[in-house]
C-alpha cells in the first residue's frame, strides 16, 4: 500500500510541477520557461515519469487482487484502473512528442523563441490522476455483477 501511494502521489507530484512551469511560460514575458518544460519532460520522463506511472498500475493491481476490494468487485476499483492504465498508455505515447521539442528547446539558436505548450496533456493528466486520488480516498458505492455474485456466494457460505 506504501509503494502504490507513494508511486501514484509522486507521478501527480511531478506532473503538478509541469503544469506550473507551462502555465508561467504561458502567461510570463520567459521564453526560458517553455525550453525549460520541454527539457525537463525529457530529462524525467524515463527516469522518474514512467517508472512512477508504472509502479501505481502494478501495485494498484496486485494490491487490487490482494483485498477485499478484488480487481472487478467494485466499479470504483474498475475507473481508477482505467485512468491509471489510459494515463500510463498516453504518457508512454507522448514520448514520441517530447524528444523532438526537447532537441529544439536545446538548441542555441531557439534562445528566446516560445516553444509550443504541453498543457493539454500535463494538465489532462494532473486532473485524471486527481480523479483516481478521489476514488481511492471516497471508494464510491457499487459494485459489479460479478462483486454482487461473490457476495451472494459468501453470504449462502456463512448462512450454511
Avoid at 10 to 35: C, H
Avoid at 73 to 87: D, F, G, I, Q
Avoid at 137 to 160: E, F, H, L, N, S
Wanted: hydrophobic share 55%; proline share 4%; charged share 10%.
Amino acid at each position: 500500500m506504501t509503494l502504490h501511494v507513494t508511486c501514484s502521489l509522486g507521478w501527480a507530484g511531478a506532473v503538478a510541477v509541469f503544469v506550473v512551469l507551462d502555465i508561467a511560460a504561458l502567461t510570463g514575458n520567459q521564453p526560458e520557461l517553455s525550453r525549460l518544460l520541454w527539457l525537463g519532460l525529457q530529462a524525467t520522463v524515463w527516469t522518474l515519469l514512467a517508472p512512477l506511472a508504472l509502479g501505481s498500475l502494478v501495485t494498484g493491481i496486485a494490491l487490487a487482487l490482494g483485498t477485499k476490494w478484488g480487481l472487478v468487485r467494485h466499479y470504483w476499483v474498475l475507473m481508477k484502473l482505467a485512468l491509471t492504465l489510459v494515463a500510463t498508455v498516453v504518457l508512454v505515447l507522448y514520448t514520441h512528442t517530447i524528444g523532438p521539442l526537447a532537441e529544439i528547446a536545446e538548441d542555441p539558436v531557439m534562445a528566446g523563441m516560445q516553444m509550443p505548450s504541453a498543457l493539454l496533456h500535463t494538465g489532462g493528466a494532473l486532473v485524471v490522476l486527481l480523479l483516481a486520488t478521489i476514488l481511492a480516498i471516497y471508494k464510491p458505492r457499487g459494485m459489479t455483477r460479478y462483486g454482487q455474485k461473490k457476495r451472494r456466494q459468501a453470504d449462502v457460505k456463512q448462512v450454511t
